[in-house]
């Protein structure tokens, strides 16, 4: 009997940690009894939280990296040809109003997370355009002005509507910023510096950022802006296959041909 009860506690002791892990990333404690005790494993409320939920924290985890290759390039080159500082602000808009809406409204950092990455990377990425378009000054001053402006959104000075109103500009900036980055690859001919796989990265993210939105947050808003992100970065990434084999080097030689 005594031997029993140390198994029984010894299992305890082990399913504690990974219980609290469950818990705390990945369900509730509802769905934790549906799947470890009642060992229904095909609950669909508790599977579609569990897939969300999984989703999310991929997704976070993927933006650490989703940008990184875009800004490798750009100092491997160190030429910034080819990518649209207008288009960066614009994105860059549309990313801190999904991270201040999400952080105002409370959602669970696995419904927004990427946003904090992928800004931190975005901005980086304005900066190099401006340093190596020999405007560093700029770039510096463009990164202060930044975060000044999100300190004062994120402080109570800013109204909650306002903060839904940018949320609400998130759809027009990603349509034109992604438009600017389309005309500006239609015009060159190539895709210059910008990076195949962080287009492909950022656009199965959105696509995946549609069913967790609507699952973690209920957020029709959240969730229009990831409907349209998603067609605005397929675009550019139907661009990057189609120009897969054209460089700025060819497109040179082509225009001297010409001439």
Known sequence: MAAETAETL??????????????AYFMP????????????????????IVLSKGLGIGIILGSVMVKLPQILKLMGAKSAEGLSFKSVLLELLAITGTMVYSITNKFPFSAWGEALFLMLQTVTI????????????????????????????LSSVTP???????????????IVGRLIQAATNFQNGHTGQLSAISVFLLFAGS????????????????ALTYVISSTCNGIIALQVLYY????????KRKKKKKE
């Open 126 to 153: 304005g900066f190099l355009i401006q340093m190596y378009g020999g405007r560093t000054s700029r770039g510096f001053l463009f990164v202060v002005v930044y975060v000044s402006l999100l300190g004062v959104l």
């Open 244 to 251: 897969w084999n054209s460089s700025p080097g060819q497109q």
């Open 207 to 222: 696509l995946a950022r549609i069913f967790t939105s609507v699952q973690e947050t209920g957020d029709s808003l959240m």
């Open 29 to 48: 404690e509802s769905c934790y009894d549906e799947f470890f005790l009642n060992f229904n494993f095909l609950d669909v409320p508790c599977l579609k």
């Open 160 to 174: 909650r509507s306002v903060v839904t109103s940018l949320q609400a500009s998130n759809m027009p900036a990603i």
């Open 10 to 23: 010894k299992g305890s002791s082990f399913m504690d940690p990974f219980k609290g892990f469950l818990l």
